[in-house]
């Protein structure tokens, strides 16, 4: 069930109808937000639904023994086990089967087996990583063992579960647990939703056309429409992510929890370590607190810092997708991270001097070098396999292909949209805060229908899935 249908929004409407006189009686809103959520996922299959129980149910008795058994470090790595297991068979043993067999071939061993093509359960790289941190700041003693109830409902909750936001155990339980839910303004919800409905039903969509077969075939198009295909992929997962993470802020805020900030305009970054702040925030942290820092961080002398981060960046790259393009995706961020941070740590005396003489241009270069090498790890990223990307980075320094097909005007306009929502949407969002809190309802209730019918017409009949849906 995708946020932007009618499907989906029939079902809020019954349950927040039902929910809304519930948010001061704790008990009655977590067994009801707990039936939503688990009703919410079982849209998508019974037998992921059947998982996903089965999956929280032994994630929290192995909880249990972490906070009151006797041999806690053993309850904590079986449930690592068992969570890293359970994301592999799912996840990646179709990927290490077929790497396999393609080995065994190319050392001429005969080798016949049929693969299993096992179906990925949605959301189930967002729910196991909730599950391992949980287990991670319990043996900490960061956070005590909740009632199941709590940790079922933090597990299952429905708007963060199928693309998050990550959000944290802690924060989580404390406004569960409150009667004095979440004290939202109905402007910011407006704001939030309507934001979230332009990015994926309207940008996002019609991006959506304008990368499928140039990331597929990219032998069929010239240099010009590649770098167009590769510039319109950088803001369809842009606007394709923050969107969803927009309309589920949106809902949790109707729900009662305080939005996470997901996205904070990334694309005007200088730097790749200031993009990894700006994008996926909530994924970003994770890595920090749950992979770097326990492999080191930064406390082991520069070269232990260096290979941390790499290590932290392949892991995120294999995290996203079960394929060589994803490894290389993780494996050049991390990279880039390590020149990023070997840049800052070169002594002061031999810095290149261009930022003091020339600032206006430091800073353009910088953003420019950062959004390219951005953009061109997406390729990675957004094709099917490392050499279709191969095959694209070709095409973009020289393709027979001769003829310009993507010389739209609507193309422009959208690129050009979204790089003003990511310069200036911050300002863009107070404004229209301040005219969705005008006092006159008639005003906001024609100015919301106004905004909704233009988002509804200048979109598609059908909307194509959310790109972080498939992780």
Known sequence: MLFPTYQFLVFFLILFSAIVSLKHQVDLYKI?????????????SFDFLFLLILGTTYNY????????????????????????????IFKYCNFFVTSLFDLLNQLNISASFQVLQILIPVGVSFYTFRMISHLIDCYQTKISCPKFIDYATYITYFPQIASGPISRAPEFYSQLNSPQKYDYKIEEVIVLILSGLFKKYTLSSFLFNFTQLPFKVPQQYSSIDLILAVISYSCLIYVDFSG????????SCLLGFKPIVNFNMPYQSLSLQEFWKRWHISLSEWLRDYVYIPLGG????????YVNLFCTMAIGGFWHGAGLNFIVWGAIHGLGLVVNHLCRDIPQAIHFKIDYLYPKTARFLSWLFTFSFVSGSWIFFGTPNWETAIHVFQGIIHSAVKSFQFNFWQLYLVIAVIGAMNFWGDRIAKILLIVFSLKNIFFRVVL???????????????????????F
């Open 448 to 470: 919301v229908s106004l905004f909704v019918y233009a988002i509804l017409m200048l979109g598609p009949s059908t909307v194509p899935p959310f790109i972080y849906f498939n």
């Open 298 to 305: 930064n406390k082991h002398g520069k070269l232990r810092k």
């Open 61 to 88: 008795i192995i909880l249990r023994a972490v906070c009151h058994g006797k041999h806690k470090k053993l309850a904590l790595i079986s449930g690592l086990i068992f969570n890293i297991a359970n994301l592999g």
């Open 32 to 44: 009801v937000l707990l039936l939503s959520s688990l009703l919410f996922y079982s849209f998508w």
């Open 244 to 251: 969803y993470s927009d309309l589920a802020n949106g809902i």
